[in-house]
């Protein structure tokens, strides 16, 4: 089975600060990769994903995440945040060659400080 | 707008009664997803309909059901509420039958048990 654990539940940052929002995932098989973002009273919306090649993904808003396998790492990051990045953030992962679930992580809650 | 449509917005009933929720996919998108959000579970697979058929099954009460319709629109049916059912029930729509791809979501039905 797959999991996925997002190591802060909240990240209080100060606007124009770099971020890192860290995710670790554990699967026996190879899966797919995404970042989505839900901003206050909206769904989520993808981010970004990794499906394979290079490691470094970018994504809408400046955001961009590494995938590291060796250590079942997902990071998401950017340098510089805006109060308009205020949102919740949810790491996920989904079987390859499957139309099978997305499993979500619990979110990262970031909050930017004037 | 994402293209995926949820009604009703916000919905407040009485412990015992039932309540439908209606999802509407993005356009040629076959499969559709019902998630349940809460703040202790976060979010949690509930079920997964591919044109029409049910395709797996998550952590969905017994007093919770739903359908496709030819259409491809959605319904998930939640009978015999209780309090702790209150939650934001989300629907996401996908395009592929692989992994690879991502989800639409919709932007939600938060539902209030009193």
């Known amino acids: 089975a797959q999991s996925v654990t997002q190591l802060d539940s909240q990240v209080p940052v100060f606007e124009e600060a770099p971020v890192e929002l860290r995710c670790n995932y554990s699967s026996s098989v190879s899966v797919y990769l995404f970042w989505y973002v839900q901003y206050p009273n909206q769904g989520l919306q993808l981010l970004l994903k990794y499906l394979s090649g290079s490691t470094l993904v970018k994504g809408i808003n400046g955001f961009e995440a590494e995938f590291n396998k060796s250590q079942t790492s997902f990071h998401l990051r950017k340098p510089s945040v805006h109060i308009s990045d205020t949102a919740e953030y949810f790491c996920a992962v989904s079987l390859m060659n499957r139309d099978d679930k997305i499993i979500f992580g619990k979110g990262t809650r970031l909050h930017i400080l004037p | 707008d994402s293209g995926v449509t949820q009604t009703p917005k916000h919905l407040i009933t009485a412990t015992g009664q039932r309540v439908t929720l209606r999802c509407s996919p993005r356009?040629?998108?076959?499969?559709v997803y019902w998630y349940q959000q809460s703040l202790d579970q976060g979010l949690q697979f509930l079920i997964h309909y591919y044109n029409g058929e049910e395709r797996a099954k998550g952590n969905i009460l017994e007093r919770f059901s739903a359908q496709q319709f030819p259409d491809l629109h959605s319904e998930l049916n939640l009978s015999s509420l209780e309090l702790g059912d209150s939650a934001l029930y989300f629907c996401?729509?996908?395009?592929?039958?692989?992994?690879?791809?991502?989800?639409?979501f919709g932007s939600g039905t938060r539902l209030t048990v009193v």
């Open positions: 996401a729509s996908r395009s592929g039958k692989q992994g690879a791809t991502g989800y639409t």
């Open positions: 356009s040629g998108d076959l499969s």
